[in-house]
Structures are given as C-alpha cells and as structure tokens.
C-alpha cells in the first residue's frame, strides 16, 4: 500500500510569482484536505476536496486554490505569492466518513 | 470550533509511561477527541480517536473523563521515537472535513 506522496520537497519562489504544488492520495482514498504550516506553529486547515469538488475551506484568501482529479490525486495553487506564504504545505487524504487523515511528508515553500 | 489546551511541552524518561492532558470544557456531544503526533520533518500521523469511553490501540490509550472535559493521552512505554509534538483535536461528526490543530504538547524523551 502506497502512502500519501508530495512532490516537489523543497521549492522556492519570489514575491508575485505563482506555485503548484501536488499530492498522491494513498490508494482508496476519495477526500484530500491540505494544510499549511508555519514554523514553530500547527497545521491550519485551507481546504477540502471529495470527488472533485471543494467540499469545505478555511479561512484563506482566494488565490489560494485547488483542484482534485478523478484518480483523486491533487493540487494546491496559490497565486500572487506573499513572504507569508512561506511555510510546509501538507495534503492528506482519507475516506469519507472515515476518522483517520493520512498525511504526506509535506512541501517546503520558501517565498523571498 | 470548541477549543482545546494542552501544556507546551513534557519531558519523560525512556521506558516510562507518559501522560499527556487535554482540556476541552466546551466540547459538545457529537464531538469526538483525535490524537495525532507529528515527529520532526515529517507530516502528523493520527495517534487514536475516541467519543466516550476509553480506547486503547497499538500505539496508546486514551482516557475520556465522565463528563468528557477532559482527557488524556497515555503512551505507556516511551522510546527515542516518541518524541514528538502531540495535538489534541476535537472534531464534528463524521462529515464534519477539517482538523483543528493547536499548538500541541512538545513531548522529549531523555535516554
């Protein structure tokens, strides 16, 4: 059984520019949720995906954005970079209904 | 969202069992408590869940206060591997999407 997948590791990106970042849900799972980190800080909830459509989102401005596709593998978008955004992006995915999120090792975005 | 408070940090011998406190005063009826833990450079990992009585896994138990204001996270023998920040998560019912993670409790465990 494969886990949760994140890709790229590390990435860096200057003020304005634009970041996708991707996860692979671990197999069987329909919902991904992702998260942001900032250091030293807990996770905070951006947004959820259930078969392809947002399913519930957190308190994050709008060029933040995703996508699920069928093979319900995802994307998190985030435009107009700011120094805040600087932070680990972590995907999980899990089964609807289901209690437990399985989490990826996360993306370190670092915006200078 | 009902809150929770954890302590910032606990320290524990190897091989001794650790006790992990969570307060949640507001929690309501439906909620159930979720531990997860996140070691360092990875991603959080779910720990265990329970909504009244007490719940006992491979990883650890979790004792639910009678008026469920409380509870607490028990890892019974601790290891090098342990260490780790522990977050105690109040989540709706079971289409309720998001966890709510706080600061969590920094748990070291001295060789």
């Known amino acids: 059984e494969t886990g949760v997948t994140q890709s790229p590791t590390h990435l860096i990106k200057t003020r304005g520019q634009q970041v996708t970042l991707r996860c692979s849900s671990q197999?069987?799972?329909?919902?991904v949720s992702w998260y942001q980190q900032a250091l030293g800080q807990g996770p905070q909830f951006i947004f959820q995906y259930y078969r392809e459509e947002e399913n519930g989102r957190g308190n994050f401005p709008p060029r933040f954005s995703g996508l699920q596709f069928p093979n319900y593998s995802s994307e998190l978008n985030v435009n107009a970079l700011e120094l805040d955004d600087s932070a680990l992006y972590l995907c999980?995915?899990?089964?609807?209904?289901?209690?437990?999120?399985?989490f990826g090792p996360g993306t370190r975005l670092t915006v200078l | 969202d009902a809150k929770t408070t954890q302590p910032n940090s606990m320290e524990s011998n190897e091989e001794e069992p650790v006790h992990l406190p969570c307060n949640h005063s507001?929690?309501?009826?439906?909620?159930?408590i979720h531990w997860y833990r996140q070691l360092p450079s990875q991603g959080p990992e779910y720990v265990i869940h329970?909504?009244?009585s007490n719940v006992n896994n491979r990883m650890a138990s979790l004792a639910i206060a009678e008026d469920r204001k409380s509870s607490t996270l028990i890892l019974h023998r601790a290891t090098l591997r342990d260490a780790a920040v522990y977050y105690c998560?109040?989540?709706?019912?079971?289409?309720?999407?998001?966890?709510?993670f706080g600061a969590g409790t920094t748990v070291t465990v001295r060789a």
């Open positions: 998560i109040l989540r709706g019912p079971f289409n309720d999407y998001k966890l709510s």
């Open positions: 329970g909504l009244t």
């Open positions: 999980a995915s899990s089964l609807s209904g289901g209690h437990e999120q399985f």
């Open positions: 197999s069987g799972h329909n919902t």
């Open positions: 507001t929690i309501s009826g439906t909620d159930y």
